[in-house]
């Protein structure tokens, strides 16, 4: 249980954050951002959710100033991020965790967290921020000795130093084993209690599932999908899917004559069903059958949605098959 070192902040959701227009950044020939355009409310946590190389980690550095643009408007915290002054000014509101997060090995934890409170005028209690991520017991254990979860974990500390109203996470559970990356997601969640705007580059479907109120998926540099996770889901997830394993073949093509959406795969059946009704139909004719022993039944998931909106199944490890 995370007791939090901030200022508890009332919620806004009518408030933009960030806005983006038409966002577009060109290497050579590549696109690799292309025509993005997206709003993110304050106090909500965004996902930005995609394969590598679709773009995710190029946006984010956008939106922190750190690249420029090709084309497009980006403003953050009604700050224009293409304007130097207002980049200066913004940098002291948000705080970042990289993808290729790292500190100084032969430092404590608590010595890596006063190095980076040192780059801000003012800064959040280190002592509480430390109790906050649940890193007390780790305060004088050195960066070199921490697990890759609790890395991680510091590294979040790290970008919470200047008490930010907006954090940019990129992959921030890239490589942990679950157990650890449950952990980070408890950190995340707790953030939003906070009052604090999170957005959230992965590439794990139930990452982004689990924590975000919105989804945007990007492929290719383009978003093909955004909304609220449950709308995703209902609209491009193509409803559920009753799994039925080792089915006698004498009843197999009688199952298929009755439901002809259904899928075989050698002795197991899949039957999508796409309106909840149907739900009752299948497993009162599969009970008939003598089958309910083997029956189970999926809901639709961002899986499904990447699926069905790309063509391509994206792996554990963030690439396309």
Known sequence: MFISCFRRKRLNLSTIAIKVEGLVKVYGTIRAVDDVSFEINEGEIFAFLGPNGAGKTTTLEILQSLRKSTKGSVSVLGYDVSDNRDAQKLKKEIGVLPQDFNAIDKLTVKENLSVIAKMYDKHVDLKKLILTLDLEDKTNSKFEDLSGGLKQRLGIAGALVNDPRIVFLDEPTTGLDPRARRDVWQVIESLKKDGKTVFLTTHYMEEAEILADRVAIIHKGKIVAIGKTKTLLEK??????????????SIIKEIKNRFP??????????IQILKLKEVNEVISYLTKKGLEQSLQITRPSLENVFLRLTGVHLTEEGELT
């Not at 491009?236 to 073949?249: K, N, Q, Y």
């Not at 959406?261 to 899949?270: E, L, N, Q, W, Y």
């Open 236 to 249: 491009s997830g193509g409803g559920r899917t009753v799994i039925l394993e080792d089915v006698p073949e």
């Open 261 to 270: 959406k259904a899928t075989i795969v050698g002795t197991d059946v899949r």
